[in-house]
């Protein structure tokens, strides 16, 4: 095999992990970002929120008290996803694999970590964790919106 055949094996290699790592994580090819000024998207996901997250992390996306604080069983009350939390300090494919499958210890948690935050991936559709993340986004200052958008674009291949 030639050295341009090889290369353009590999590019084709490459470009269709892309495109598979991208259809796993709930986004297109198209869309490497999630972003919160699609209104119709961020409507859905504030229903969502509502109705699947606001009972732990509050209906005004503040956390539970004392969120930095662990309890006596060793767990951190759920975050706020407002901008005092560090929601936007994590790239979206972070975010869509702790919504999925919660806080997995070695994979978005420390080792030895248990976590209250349960797993969506048999309760909510890509579609609506997306929505979730996009109106979560959107009541973010500008400077975190910008922030964690360069966090993600930076964690892309």
Not at 95 to 117: E, F, Q
Request: charged fraction near 25%; proline fraction near 6%; glycine fraction near 8%.
């Amino acid at each position: 095999m030639t050295t341009l055949k090889r290369s353009l094996w590999l590019a084709g290699i490459v470009l269709g992990a892309g495109v598979a790592l991208f259809q796993v994580l709930g986004l297109s090819s198209s869309e490497d970002y999630i972003s919160p000024d699609d209104t119709e998207r961020v409507l859905r996901g504030r229903q969502v929120y509502a109705q699947n997250c606001a009972a732990c992390h509050g209906a005004q996306l503040q956390g539970q008290p004392d969120w930095r604080r662990r309890r006596d069983d060793g767990r951190l009350p759920a975050p706020p996803h407002d901008a005092s939390g560090h929601t936007w300090h994590h790239a979206d494919d972070v975010l869509l694999d702790i919504t999925r499958h919660g806080l997995v210890p070695g994979r978005t948690a420390p080792d030895g970590y248990h976590s209250d935050m349960p797993a969506y991936v048999d309760i909510l559709s890509d579609d609506d964790i997306v929505a979730v993340i996009a109106y979560i986004k959107s009541t973010w200052p500008e400077a975190e919106r910008q922030a964690q958008k360069e966090v993600t674009l930076q964690s892309r291949p």
